[in-house]
């Protein structure tokens, strides 16, 4: 017994920081933008803790962030749904239109609540119903969807519209913004983490076979985690819609790809499973949007950003993606 | 004894917090066939993984050949002559045996980048006669193999006229007596004729005694003893290393001692009328307080028969009933009071990078759920009660599985099933890939189950385990039911085997 006793007294410094180097370093990446940010900036005669720049900041984060936490209940299982850009763009485009012929915003926002269900169900239940990977319903939607808006622009003969009578003011005041925001990511965090439906999302992400063999309803579940997905996401299509009250042909292009880079810069596994976490998305958007509005600031030339984000990008996944070694051969 | 061929010094090797391998010394000389025993967690496996490359040694020295030996990982091991087969199915699946067993020897084969495969079929064929294999052809996809037959593939990849020293890591569990045979044959004619050094690491005590030249006993990462033939043939041999291994005397009990066949009346599971794939109307009643017993070869059908009666394989017909409920299911199953313990321990029964406390609770979160919420004090209190129930050795509930031992997997996945309660629990192979230790203790609790009234579908390709254990013994062949054997005193292995081949 004498052993068990040293076990536990050894556990703690490094074997923490050994098992924990994902977290470490995803933290550690917002960590040091934020650092380099406020050290930097003011040499250059500006600050990003002015007012200002965290309204930027705000705006720059919230769809992306609103979008990836719901996104987490996805990829902890494993999946991809790259159906998201689409999906934010027709949400932003309904809300208009039926925005400027209702004068409300309020059956927009509950009918794509009702289309969400209904991507959820495709990219969700078509899977384990047919036995195909989740990406492929996706790739049709995306699709689809594609269709649909070039159709919708092409009728109203303009690419953009805008809303007319309502006031969207309120959809720019970070203050709601971070509001909102904190509101998704505790429900989200409690669904995930005290609730079956993260539990199982996980475990779905780990091992499907254990899983299903344990009694989870891979069909079930599936569709519940697709269906809090797109209710985060007709959140985030609320905001990226109102902070300029309009839509356009382009709204929402390569969203899905802003999830997956805030994801893995987050620390989530790309493959899903036990280490998947709320915060990744939280951490991973805010330094991506850090990166955005940052890095213009410190000096670097626009065009010059993607590199630069792309670079920081290697390094995070590097360091959080490599194989772990370390278990007992057996 | 011929020369040394490997030298191991003072050799540790350090899990995070986990000690394997202490301070071991160890020396291989050519044409032996050295055993490795021990419990699982002894570190019997470690040594030789690290000889071979998979893992570098926390500290100590290792000289092979007169050389000082440091191998980065295991291919560098192989092309110098030492390869391990592993216990686990370690083949490439979606692709022919041929490529299998010349991976990473392509360049052999081709000319000007493009592969002469007709080349790498007629060698691996021949490859594959040398060594007696004569069902397995080198055009074929892997996938259509079985585990045991990519067990013979993985064989022939790894020994080749350059091996200096085999390790055969606990193979003989996955495969069977043809498969063993062959095996066998092939490590007497590396060590005897070729002067080949053989370690076969084994927690069977009857093969290492029946096969090895010297065998060496470890316990907790320590050697605590070596035995030479003669000493292995002495009488009380068993006992002993049974108690160098152990530590202590485990007594005489080990299976039920009672010939008491009886059990409750009341139906616990059947299986009606039920067909699937090659099995043709299947019926079978498991009544409470009864050890149902399924023996055969590994392909007679008895493991699909405990798939279909937790809903994980659906009949095209007839039905599976417990309660008045039809299974459909394996969640109809659990909610039913069934728990299934898979023989594919690490891919089917347990999520590996999930902790011990996320593996105990999962079948019962349903029913630790207040509201919608599950609260982790709740799930923290059942995995507790189960890991000291079972004793399984770790620092913690919050330790993942994959840094478990093989038996105290297997104890999780036990748990899995006792935090649930369920009322049947059918096993696939219980004690496949266990030590005796845990063993004994997996046979006292299943003799509990009966005692309790719980009802037991016990499938298993020990058949001493069956004998010892089952009130009755179904004894399947090509997908169905030849004889069955009720618990008796005088059953005898000898009596049963001429009806499974």
């Known amino acids: 017994m004498e052993e068990t006793v040293k076990m536990t007294a050894a556990v703690p410094a490094r074997e923490w920081l050994k098992k924990n180097v994902t977290t470490v370093a995803s933290y550690g990446g917002l960590i040091f933008c934020v650092l380099l940010f406020t050290i930097v900036t003011p040499i250059k005669g500006e600050s990003i803790w002015s007012a200002e720049k965290l309204g930027t900041l705000m705006s720059n984060v919230i769809v992306t962030a609103l979008m990836s936490v719901g996104a987490v209940f996805i990829y902890a299982m494993g999946n991809l749904d790259i159906s998201i850009?689409?999906?934010?763009?027709?949400?932003?485009?309904?809300m208009v239109l039926l925005g400027n012929t209702t004068g409300s915003l309020v059956p927009g926002i509950v009918l794509c609540l009702l289309l969400s269900l209904v991507f959820a169900i495709i990219n969700g239940a078509s899977g384990p119903l047919f036995n195909i990977i989740p990406i492929i319903p996706s790739v049709v939607v995306m699709q689809v969807l594609s269709g649909i808006i070039t159709i919708v622009y092409a009728v109203l003969g303009t690419r953009s519209i805008t809303l007319r009578t309502i006031?969207?003011?309120?959809?720019?005041?970070?203050?709601?913004?971070l509001v909102v925001l904190l509101v998704e990511i505790a429900v989200a965090m409690f669904l995930f983490n005290y609730t079956r439906i993260g539990k199982y999302a996980k475990i779905l992400g780990a091992n499907k076979t254990a899983a299903i063999q344990s009694g989870v309803s891979l069909l079930k579940f599936r569709l519940l985690c697709y269906m809090i997905a797109g209710i985060c996401f007709v959140v985030a299509a609320i905001f990226q819609m109102g902070y300029t009250g309009s839509a356009s042909d382009s709204t929402g292009t390569g969203f899905e790809m802003n999830i997956m880079v805030s994801l893995i810069l987050g620390g989530m596994p790309i493959s899903g499973g036990m280490r998947s976490r709320i915060s990744a998305a939280v951490v991973g958007s805010f330094t991506f949007a850090l990166l955005d509005v940052g890095l213009p600031l410190i000096g670097l030339p626009t065009r010059m950003t993607f590199i630069a984000k792309a670079v920081i990008f290697l390094i995070v996944v590097l360091i959080t993606s490599r194989k772990k070694g370390g278990a007992l051969p057996r | 004894m011929g020369e040394k061929v490997l030298q191991i010094r003072h050799m540790r090797k350090e899990f995070g917090p986990t000690v394997a391998l202490k301070d071991v010394d160890i020396t291989l000389n050519r044409g032996e066939i050295r055993g490795l025993i021990g419990e699982n967690g002894s570190g019997k496996s470690t040594i030789m993984s690290i000889a071979s490359g998979m893992?570098?040694?926390?500290?100590?020295?290792?000289?092979?050949?007169?050389?000082?030996?440091?191998?980065?990982?295991?291919?560098?091991?192989?092309?110098?002559?030492?390869s391990m087969i592993l216990q686990e199915a370690n083949t490439i699946p979606g692709v022919t045996v041929a490529q299998n067993i010349f991976a990473g020897h392509e360049k052999e084969f081709s000319r000007m980048g493009i592969i002469n495969m007709e080349k790498m079929y007629r060698e691996a064929d021949q490859l594959l006669e040398k060594f007696g294999i004569d069902r397995i052809h080198a055009r074929d996809s892997i996938n259509h193999y079985n585990f045991e037959d990519r067990k013979l593939i993985e064989i022939v990849r790894c020994v080749t006229d350059d091996t200096r020293i085999l390790v055969v890591d606990e193979t003989t569990t996955a495969l069977s007596l043809e498969g063993r045979e062959i095996l066998y044959r092939l490590i007497h004619r590396m060590a005897e004729e070729d002067d080949k050094t053989i370690v076969f690491v084994s927690h069977d005590m009857d093969e290492i005694i029946e096969h090895c030249s010297v065998l060496t006993v470890l316990r907790d990462g320590e050697i605590v003893g070596e035995l030479s033939r003669a000493e292995m043939d002495a009488p009380d041999a068993v006992q002993r290393i049974r108690y160098l291994m152990v530590g202590r005397e485990i007594g005489e009990k080990y299976y039920r001692e009672d010939f008491d066949s009886s059990h409750g009346e009341e139906v616990a599971l059947e299986l009606k009328d039920v067909p699937w794939g090659p099995i043709r109307h299947f019926n079978m009643k498991l009544h409470k307080g009864e050890i149902l017993g399924f023996g055969g070869l590994s392909g007679c059908g008895m493991h699909e028969i405990g798939r279909i009666a937790y809903g994980i394989e659906k009949p095209e017909g007839g039905?599976?009933?417990?309660?008045?409920?039809?299974?459909?299911?394996?969640?109809?199953?659990?909610?039913?009071?069934?728990?299934?313990?898979?023989?594919?321990?690490?891919?089917?029964?347990?999520?590996?990078?999930?902790?011990?406390?996320?593996?105990?609770?999962?079948?019962?979160?349903?029913?630790?759920?207040?509201?919608i919420v599950v609260l982790p004090g709740d799930e923290h209190r059942m995995a507790e009660k189960e890991i000291e129930s079972f004793r399984i050795k770790c620092y913690s509930g919050r330790q993942l599985v994959n840094t478990l031992s093989g038996g105290n997997k297997q104890k999780v996945s036990f748990a899995k099933w006792s935090a649930k309660e369920s009322e049947v629990i059918i096993m696939d192979c219980p004690t496949r890939g266990v030590d005796i230790g845990v063993k004994q203790a997996m046979y006292a609790l299943i003799e509990q189950m009966k005692k309790d009234g719980k009802a037991v579908l016990m499938i298993s390709e020990e058949l001493s385990e069956l004998v010892g254990m089952a009130d009755e013994i179904v004894i399947m062949k090509d997908f169905e039911v030849v004889k069955t054997f009720k618990r008796a005193p005088d059953l005898k292995q000898t009596d049963i085997i001429e009806y499974m081949i």
């Open chain 1, 85 to 94: 850009g689409k999906q934010i763009s027709i949400y932003a485009t309904l």
């Open chain 1, 167 to 177: 006031d969207y003011s309120v959809f720019k005041s970070p203050l709601l913004m």
């Open chain 2, 55 to 82: 893992q570098p040694p926390t500290s100590g020295s290792m000289t092979y050949l007169e050389k000082p030996w440091h191998p980065a990982n295991m291919v560098e091991a192989q092309a110098a002559g030492i």
């Open chain 2, 319 to 371: 039905t599976v009933i417990r309660n008045g409920k039809e299974i459909r299911t394996p969640l109809s199953a659990i909610e039913s009071g069934i728990g299934y313990i898979s023989k594919n321990r690490d891919r089917e029964a347990l999520v590996l990078d999930a902790s011990i406390e996320q593996n105990i609770v999962l079948p019962s979160l349903r029913s630790l759920e207040k509201g």
